[in-house]
């Protein structure tokens, strides 16, 4: 006759439904206290490939200017009258510093200068509609090209009048520490002349122009396809399109005529291409309708934005570095997009 001691062990062969829930709370407990610091270190990661990737383009612009003696053009107008919107393509500053990004073979294909953004499209849609991960910020889950059908001005029409969506990028250069501006500022104190950044329509800005040093004025900056649950389409890469003002998201102010009295050329789609330190980084966009803030630069990062400066460094600026639109570079936000202020930056 067996012990029953030994009969009560051997029938035990499982958990008790107390243990098994005990169990499921502290793995489910585990989870909560892990996941998190998986997420952030995720997060961590692709902020330190964002940085990498402005790194690389703030070289890029330096080895185009070591061998140009000018940082290239924000947008090329090639046309005898630029002061006209014609719904053409032109090409944008990221095309120039291709080839030093390891990508002439990209440059070479889309011959820009010779040809048009709306001649490459037709020939080469390939290539202006490709994947180039040095543009793109890890934390965006932009989509690879521009939604034609929400934003007729991100969009190149080929030869055959078809709208095909250029390349979305996260980086756009800084054109302004006011509103975004086809011309060159004849008075930097306030922005209302033109641009007061190093990037504009046929610009040729050379070290020596900024005035204000290089470790105080910002190159290039992050923008988000969407933030807050609203559309801001980040950028368009390698060139730009003239808005013609259709589609929900293309800018209807001012008209072709204000624009070019004003110079805010809106309409030759430079919001696609630059950006201004005019509001600070992150705004809160209208939950409908167009207004400046759709220039500002913004990211997916927590509490703000990655630059790279005109010495190559690159910043995190946060959402909370002081900025006003009173018209006046009075900022610390509008020092850093203005190459010849004049100011003392400061620390942020």
């Known amino acids: ?26 793995i489910a407990t585990l989870v909560a206290i892990l996941l998190p610091a998986v997420q952030q270190a995720r997060e961590a990661a692709r902020r330190s490939t964002c940085k990498n990737n402005l790194k690389q383009l703030g070289i890029a612009i330096h080895n185009y200017h070591d061998t140009h003696s000018v940082f290239p ?36 294909s889309l011959n820009a200068g010779p040809r048009t953004a709306t001649q490459a499209m037709t020939s080469h849609q390939s290539v202006l509609q490709g994947s180039y991960p040095s543009f793109r910020c890890p934390s965006d889950t932009a989509p690879q090209t521009q939604d034609v059908n929400n ?9 055959a009048g078809t709208n095909l969506g250029l390349s979305v990028t996260n980086y756009l250069a800084v054109n302004s520490s006011a509103l975004v501006r086809y011309n060159k500022a ?21 070290f020596r122009d900024v005035t204000d040093g290089l470790s105080n004025t910002a190159l290039i900056g992050e923008r988000a396809y969407v933030r807050n649950g609203r559309r801001n389409l980040a950028g368009d890469l390698f060139a730009t399109r003239d808005r013609d003002g259709n589609g ?51 990211s997916m990062h927590d509490g703000g934005a990655q630059f790279v400066l005109c010495d190559g460094s690159v910043r995190f600026v946060s959402e909370n570095l002081h900025a006003n639109t009173s018209g006046q570079t009075d900022t610390l936000m509008e020092y850093l997009g203005n190459i010849a202020d004049g100011q003392v930056m400061g620390e942020f």
């Open 151 to 159: 934003c007729a001005g991100c969009a190149i029409v080929n030869t």
């Open 186 to 206: 004849t008075n930097y104190s306030d922005g209302t002349s033109g641009a007061t950044g190093l990037f504009f329509q046929n610009s040729s800005i050379r």
């Open 73 to 108: 053009p924000g947008y090329v107008d090639i046309r005898p009258n630029p002061g006209i919107a014609d719904n053409q393509g032109y090409w944008a500053w990221s095309v120039f510093i291709m080839p030093f990004m390891e990508q002439s073979a990209v440059y070479d």
């Open 1 to 26: 006759m067996k012990s029953l001691s030994h009969t009560i062990g051997k029938n035990r062969t499982g958990f008790t439904l107390i243990e098994l829930l005990v169990v499921i709370a502290i």
């Open 248 to 298: 929900p998201d293309s800018r209807t102010w001012p008209d072709a005529a204000t624009a070019v009295a004003t110079g805010h050329f809106y309409d030759q789609g430079l919001v696609r291409i630059f950006g201004s330190t005019l509001d600070a980084v992150n705004p809160v966009l209208p939950t409908s309708g167009q207004n400046d803030r759709f220039h500002a630069f913004s």
